[in-house]
């Protein structure tokens, strides 16, 4: 176990400034990816600050027609809450998809968008990753794969992005708001939020040290059907070997992203114009320039048949 300090915060300015000031600090809020990286010595963090005392955990109405999520909304709150059942139902059912039971009432808004990667030689700390060592090479290139990206990677990483969440809000076309220790805010798009590894795999976001996120934003209702079809190797507690999170509105428009296949849920804005034409068209937009291992090919058509299952399953 290596020895740390922890203190508990009150509000955002206080949080961002206390990591912000203390180099190797932390955020900590329900832990369930933080502390197991902590176990495994992935994650050394030098500090840690708990938010859980600064409040953040409430789903309002925006003036725009949205919903304003706080970053420490519970993942099972998120899901059960009646607007987002009703408006987002894309949203609901991908949390429902995501971990257990007791981790979804852990498990908060925020933590959920910066959880990282589940690449097996990210967790092996005798493996080469420059995921969690910058510069020291990637096992998985010509290792075992079939999990990992197939689009979006680099000859640096080829990890994928294990949140269900993050592929819905990606499909809504949410907003992640921010505080800094000098009190100055900011408003990300998901779509730029997580970033593709290229040469700098270690840096999986848009944020600087000491940003702390505060709500996630969600624009007003899109309407259509919403459905979230996740495929994955057993019935629960896995994550994604190809999902999709679709909305479709009648005539057969709409909007689709997909998760497991790359550094960062996987949408093509300009595919969508070819959901009328079904899966094999939109499939052929969002995977051009693919990259996949031998082992991890399957997962191309996999997609293309996972996005004509949801097609059909929001036509039905």
């Given at each position: 176990m290596k020895s740390f300090t922890y203190e508990r915060v009150t509000s955002s300015a206080q949080a961002a400034a206390a990591v912000a000031g203390k180099p190797g600090a932390k955020f900590v809020a329900g832990g369930t990816n933080l502390l197991d990286l902590m176990k495994l010595q992935i994650e050394t963090p030098a500090h840690l600050v708990d938010v859980n005392g600064i409040g953040l955990d409430t789903v309002e109405a925006t003036s725009q027609g949205g919903l304003r999520i706080g970053a420490l909304v519970r993942n099972s709150d998120l899901a059960a809450h009646p607007t987002v059942r009703r408006d987002y139902g894309v949203?609901?059912?991908?949390?429902?998809?995501?971990?257990?039971?007791?981790?979804?009432?852990?498990?908060t808004t925020a933590g959920n968008?910066?959880?990282?990667?589940?690449?097996?030689?990210?967790?092996?700390?005798?493996?080469a990753c420059n995921k969690?060592?910058?510069?020291?090479?990637?096992?998985?290139?010509?290792?075992?794969?079939?999990?990992?990206?197939?689009?979006?990677?680099?000859?640096?990483?080829?990890?994928?992005?294990?949140?269900?969440?993050a592929v819905a809000m990606r499909v809504l076309d949410a907003t992640v708001e921010t505080v800094r220790a000098d009190g100055a805010t900011r408003v990300i798009p998901i779509a730029d939020?997580?970033?593709?590894?290229?040469?700098?795999?270690?840096?999986?976001?848009?944020?600087?040290?000491?940003?702390?996120?505060?709500?996630?934003?969600?624009?007003?209702?899109?309407?259509?059907?919403?459905?979230?079809?996740?495929?994955?190797?057993?019935?629960?507690?896995?994550?994604?070997?190809?999902?999709?999170?679709?909305?479709?509105?009648?005539?057969?428009?709409?909007?689709?992203?997909?998760?497991?296949?790359?550094?960062?849920?996987?949408?093509?804005?300009?595919?969508?114009?070819?959901?009328?034409?079904?899966?094999?068209?939109?499939?052929?937009?969002?995977?051009?320039?693919?990259?996949?291992t031998p082992e991890n090919a399957f997962k191309l058509p996999l997609a293309e048949r996972t996005l004509a299952a949801a097609l059909n399953q929001a036509r039905s």
């Open positions: 949203l609901s059912r991908a949390l429902l998809a995501g971990a257990s039971g007791q981790l979804r009432n852990m498990a968008l910066l959880q990282r990667t589940r690449c097996p030689y990210f967790y092996d700390t005798n493996m969690r060592q910058p510069g020291s090479g990637c096992s998985a290139i010509g290792g075992y794969s079939r999990q990992l990206a197939v689009i979006g990677s680099s000859d640096a990483c080829i990890a994928t992005h294990p949140s269900d969440m939020f997580h970033r593709l590894p290229e040469n700098t795999p270690h840096i999986e976001t848009q944020l600087q040290p000491g940003e702390l996120i505060t709500s996630v934003t969600l624009p007003a209702p899109v309407g259509g059907t919403h459905v979230y079809r996740k495929v994955r190797d057993r019935a629960s507690y896995a994550f994604a070997l190809v999902s999709v999170a679709a909305i479709v509105q009648p005539g057969g428009s709409g909007r689709v992203a997909v998760g497991g296949v790359a550094h960062k849920p996987w949408r093509v804005e300009a595919a969508e114009a070819d959901m009328p034409q079904g899966a094999k068209a939109v499939a052929a937009r969002l995977f051009a320039g693919a990259r996949p």
